[in-house]
């Protein structure tokens, strides 16, 4: 079975531009998560979904939203770039139960740059 | 206070040596642990979960919960160069909207180097 996919793996955008991240979980599981962690820290959660609906935010601006298809797939925007939002962008999947004792696998990540 | 804290590191120990590292939590209902590994420009591999106190151990790797301390420990025995990584510890805690939403919070993480 194919593990988590992002797409792209690196994206370079310009100060103002809108940016749009992949992701596809392992198959069966139905919760996606979005993490975005910068140089030197561990990642800061941005979002959880499951079964489509928004399951936890965390403390980030306006600018991002994400959103679940019904397939589990989920994609991450971001809006009006900032220097600051250049990271890793980092997308889990869980079990396909909704439950605090399940395991999270990582995407490979996507490598922003906002210049 | 921060939610996961862990020792800032770097740690370095030579090759065949027991790693330690250590990592506590602030929110006392939270109910699971997780380690990950990082190597660098990667993303982070499950590579431990712990739910219950005590210890689990899985090869060479043995974490190690204590949930009245909120403390949450893994070690790494026989290290090998191929082990050098940033580690992190992973928390399940409540995602403050007073719901039933959760999160996974991270430490910083510590950066490990076994020299051979």
């Known amino acids: 079975d194919a593990g988590v996919t992002q797409s792209p793996t690196h994206l370079i955008k310009t100060r103002g531009q809108q940016v749009t991240l992949r992701c596809s979980p392992i198959s069966g599981h139905k919760s996606v998560s979005w993490y975005q962690q910068v140089l030197g820290q561990g990642p800061q959660f941005i979002f959880q979904?499951?079964?489509?609906?928004?399951?936890g935010r965390g403390n980030f601006p306006d600018r991002f939203s994400a959103r679940q298809f019904p397939n589990y797939s989920s994609e991450l925007n971001v809006n009006a770039l900032l220097l600051g939002d250049s990271a890793l962008y980092l997308c889990?999947?869980?079990?396909?139960?909704?439950?605090?004792?399940?395991?999270?696998?990582f995407g490979q990540g996507t490598r922003l740059t906002v210049v | 206070q921060k939610e996961v804290e862990q020792n800032s590191g770097p740690l370095s120990v030579p090759e065949g040596a027991i790693a330690s590292l250590n990592c506590t939590y602030s929110d006392r209902v939270s109910q699971s642990f997780f380690w990950y590994r990082q190597y660098s420009g990667k993303s982070p591999e499950l590579i431990m979960s712990i739910y219950s106190n005590g210890d689990k151990e899985d090869g060479r790797f043995t974490a190690q919960l204590n949930k009245a301390s909120q403390y949450v420990s893994l070690l790494i025995r026989d290290s090998q160069p191929s082990d050098s990584a940033t580690y992190l510890c992973?928390?399940?805690?409540?995602?403050?909207?007073?719901?039933?939403?959760?999160?996974?919070?991270f430490g910083k993480g510590t950066l490990l180097t076994v020299n051979p």
């Open positions: 889990a999947s869980r079990a396909p139960h909704f439950s605090m004792n399940t395991e999270a696998f």
């Open positions: 979904y499951y079964e489509k609906e928004e399951r």
């Open positions: 992973a928390v399940i805690s409540r995602d403050g909207s007073g719901g039933s939403n959760y999160k996974l919070t």
